[in-house]
C-alpha cells in the first residue's frame, strides 16, 4: 500500500537524538482501503489511528507515490497545498516527546495494523515487554508457538515479523535481542536500535 493511502506527518527528535534523523508518522485516510486483516488496538473517538512510524531508511516504509497526499510536518505547516492538523499525529508526537525525555508514556495512541495473523500476533506480543527490558528472538518464538498450539517456531519467523514492523518505537522490536545478547538486526539499522536501547538504560554486546 503506497503513502498516497495515508495521512503523514513528520517528527523531529531532540538535538541528543539527531543521529536517528527525521521520522515519518502515518495515518490512514480510508479504513476501507485496508483488507479484513486489519485491526484496531485502543479506542478512538475522532476515528484517527496511528498505522506507522518509520525511520528514514526503513525498508518496510510504504513507498510514495506521486499524488495529492496529505502532509503536515512537526511545525503544522502546510506541504502539497493542504493542511493537516491531526489529533493522532498530536498525539503520538507527545509520546515520543515524552519518551525522548526519559519518561515513560503512560498511554497508548490508537493503533492500525495491517499484516498476516501471524505478524499482528507478534507485533501485540511486542506490545507486552516493558520499557527498560529486553526479551529474545528465541523466547518470542516459543511464546509465539505455544499460542498457535505448536510444538515449536524458529527465531527467524520471528525476525521477519519485526523486519515488517509498521510502528517502530512505540510498538518495541528494538527490545527484542539475540540469545547472547547481540543485537542483531534492526529494520532502521543497528546504531538506532542501539540508540533506543541506550535511552532505555540498557546495554547489549
Same mark, same amino acid.
Given at each position: 500500500?503506497? !503513502?498516497?493511502?495515508?495521512?503523514?506527518?513528520?517528527?523531529?527528535?531532540?538535538?541528543?537524538? %539527531?543521529?536517528?534523523?527525521?521520522?515519518?508518522? !502515518?495515518?490512514?485516510?480510508?479504513?476501507?482501503?485496508?483488507?479484513?486483516?486489519?485491526?484496531?488496538? =485502543?479506542?478512538?473517538?475522532?476515528?484517527?489511528?496511528?498505522?506507522?512510524?518509520?525511520?528514514?531508511?526503513?525498508? #518496510?516504509?510504504?513507498?510514495?507515490?506521486?499524488?495529492?497526499?496529505?502532509?503536515?510536518?512537526?511545525?503544522?505547516?502546510?506541504?502539497? @497545498?493542504?493542511?493537516?492538523?491531526?489529533?493522532? &499525529?498530536?498525539?503520538?508526537?507527545?509520546? $515520543?516527546?515524552?519518551? &525522548?525525555? =526519559?519518561?515513560?508514556?503512560?498511554?497508548?495512541?490508537?493503533? /492500525? $495494523?495491517?499484516? %498476516? %495473523?501471524?505478524?499482528? !500476533?507478534?507485533?501485540?506480543?511486542? $506490545?507486552?515487554?516493558?520499557?527498560?527490558?529486553?526479551?529474545?528472538?528465541?523466547?518470542?518464538?516459543?511464546?509465539? #508457538?505455544?499460542?498457535? @498450539?505448536?510444538?515449536?517456531?524458529? /527465531?527467524? #519467523?520471528?525476525?521477519? /515479523?519485526?523486519?515488517?514492523?509498521?510502528?517502530?518505537?512505540?510498538?518495541?522490536?528494538?527490545?527484542?535481542?539475540?540469545?547472547?545478547? %547481540?543485537?542483531?538486526?534492526? /529494520? =532502521? @539499522?543497528?546504531?538506532?536500535?542501539?540508540?533506543?536501547?541506550?535511552?532505555?538504560?540498557?546495554?547489549?554486546?
Amino acid at each position: 500500500m503506497g !503513502l498516497d493511502k495515508f495521512f503523514v506527518s513528520f517528527y523531529t527528535p531532540p538535538a541528543d537524538f %539527531s543521529s536517528l534523523g527525521k521520522i515519518t508518522l !502515518l495515518s490512514p485516510k480510508n479504513f476501507d482501503d485496508f483488507d479484513k486483516s486489519f485491526v484496531l488496538l =485502543g479506542e478512538s473517538r475522532t476515528k484517527q489511528y496511528l498505522s506507522g512510524i518509520y525511520f528514514e531508511n526503513n525498508l #518496510a516504509k510504504p513507498q510514495s507515490k506521486k499524488s495529492n497526499n496529505q502532509n503536515c510536518d512537526t511545525k503544522g505547516e502546510i506541504e502539497h @497545498g493542504l493542511q493537516c492538523d491531526s489529533w493522532i &499525529f498530536n498525539l503520538t508526537k507527545k509520546w $515520543l516527546d515524552m519518551y &525522548f525525555g =526519559g519518561e515513560i508514556p503512560h498511554f497508548l495512541p490508537p493503533l /492500525a $495494523l495491517q499484516g %498476516s %495473523s501471524f505478524a499482528l !500476533l507478534v507485533w501485540q506480543e511486542l $506490545l507486552k515487554i516493558r520499557y527498560g527490558s529486553t526479551t529474545t528472538y528465541a523466547t518470542m518464538a516459543t511464546k509465539i #508457538a505455544q499460542q498457535r @498450539g505448536l510444538a515449536k517456531m524458529s /527465531a527467524q #519467523a520471528i525476525g521477519g /515479523a519485526l523486519k515488517n514492523n509498521p510502528i517502530s518505537i512505540i510498538i518495541p522490536c528494538h527490545r527484542v535481542i539475540g540469545t547472547n545478547g %547481540s543485537l542483531i538486526g534492526y /529494520a =532502521g @539499522g543497528i546504531e538506532k536500535k542501539k540508540i533506543l536501547l541506550g535511552l532505555e538504560n540498557l546495554t547489549t554486546t
